[in-house]
């Protein structure tokens, strides 16, 4: 495959912001020379919605605050284009700030700054998974093959010549990446990175007869509850025609439950949940699994510009991701924005 300037690795929050900064910052690079690629057969990761019948629930990201300037700027512009809401000031109790939903289910965000990017001339390539990331003579290598629905393997193809690589998957999974390429990072690097862990968390999506009796906005957040320590009705929320209800379990809860087989992860959480909701009944259920929520601690720097060992470097590596900087979709935005910062300044 053709040579390439920049490759973004992850479609979700942070990897769309990066490719947004390369091509609309003051030091702007040729869109054409920018270029994202993505697992999934959709874009925004951790960004996630999804259609149980006529349902539609957020089972990962359910709303975002903020706190800095940068992402109140963008953020803004989100409003007044009509793809973010403010959703409420508080869950249960009411504190003033501002929690943000997006219109149609949080998908739609990276939908729409993918669709932005791919109007700038960005391409935007999904279903397709990077294996390998090797340093080459004139700059970085990269295996990919085509995915499709079910995670299997299609046609493979690699990407040569790259001469920035900006790499948003979950810490874990980047370093398998490089390993699978034989890529050494400097002993300072790889420990930093390898010392990056991520809670992990059981959703339970639940379609429901009739609205569940959760207090205003439909929502509950309990973050010392043993069990699920968020629970929102999707249909109160404003993006759902019929009742629908995301639980996502406690990290300590999830990561107990892990092991266990779906029949059995339902055994364990069904009880809880059916209470919670309760006159109306479950009338369809589904089990997701995040093995990678949030970093468990992130590392406090934005982006991290990796230096391989034992090998000429072939151009910049920056990973970035939430687990940079600050955690959430707040962390993944300024990350994004770092990482292609970063590029632009090496
Ligand atoms: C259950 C849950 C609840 C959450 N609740 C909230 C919340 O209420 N508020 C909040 O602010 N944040 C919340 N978060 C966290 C928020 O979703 C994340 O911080 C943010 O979405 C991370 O964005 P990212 O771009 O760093 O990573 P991701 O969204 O994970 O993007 C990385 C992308 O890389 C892709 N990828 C991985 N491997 C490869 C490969 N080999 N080849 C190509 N592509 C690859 C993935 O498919 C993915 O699209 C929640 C997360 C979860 C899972």
């Not at 910052?25 to 149980?52: M, S």
């Amino acid at each position: 495959m053709a040579s390439l300037g920049v490759l973004i690795i992850g479609a979700g929050l942070s990897g769309l912001t990066a490719a947004n900064r390369l091509v609309r910052g003051l030091d702007g690079v040729d869109p054409a020379q920018v270029a994202v690629i993505e697992r999934g057969l959709t874009v925004g990761g951790r960004l996630a919605t999804k259609r149980i019948g006529r349902a539609t629930l957020d089972h990962g990201a359910q709303f975002f605050t903020v706190r800095s300037d940068e992402f109140r700027r963008e953020v803004d512009e989100w409003l007044a284009a009509g793809v973010v809401e403010e959703w409420c000031r508080g869950f249960g109790e009411v504190d003033g700030y501002p929690r943000y939903r997006v219109a149609g289910g949080m998908n739609e965000l990276a939908r729409y700054l993918a669709s932005d990017l791919a109007g700038a001339g960005v391409d935007v390539a999904t279903g397709r998974r990077v294996t390998a990331i090797r340093p080459g003579d004139q700059g970085w290598r990269i295996d990919d093959e085509e995915a499709d629905r079910d995670g299997r393997a299609g046609r493979q193809q690699t990407i040569t010549d790259v001469s920035a690589l900006v790499v948003t998957p979950p810490v874990p999974l980047a370093l398998e990446l490089l390993e699978a390429g034989g890529t050494l990072l400097t002993p300072d690097c790889s420990s930093t990175l390898d010392g990056l862990a991520y809670h992990r968390v059981i959703a339970l999506l639940a379609v429901l007869d009739r609205p569940p009796d959760l207090p205003a906005p439909g929502a509950l957040q309990r973050p010392d509850d043993p069990t699920f320590t968020f629970v929102a009705d999707n249909q109160a929320k404003g993006i759902s025609p019929v009742p629908a209800v995301t639980f996502h379990t406690a990290h300590a809860r999830s990561a107990d439950l892990w092991p266990a087989d779906d029949d059995e992860i339902v055994e364990a959480l069904l009880p809880t949940a059916r209470q919670m909701v309760a006159p109306a009944e479950i009338v369809e259920l589904q089990i997701e699994r995040w093995r990678y929520t949030g970093p468990v601690r992130s590392h406090p720097d934005p982006c991290l510009v990796a230096t391989v060992a034992g090998v000429p470097q072939p151009g910049p590596l920056v990973f970035a991701g939430d687990g940079f900087g600050g955690s959430k979709l707040e962390g993944a935005y300024l990350s994004g924005l770092a990482a292609g910062a970063a590029v632009t300044a090496s």
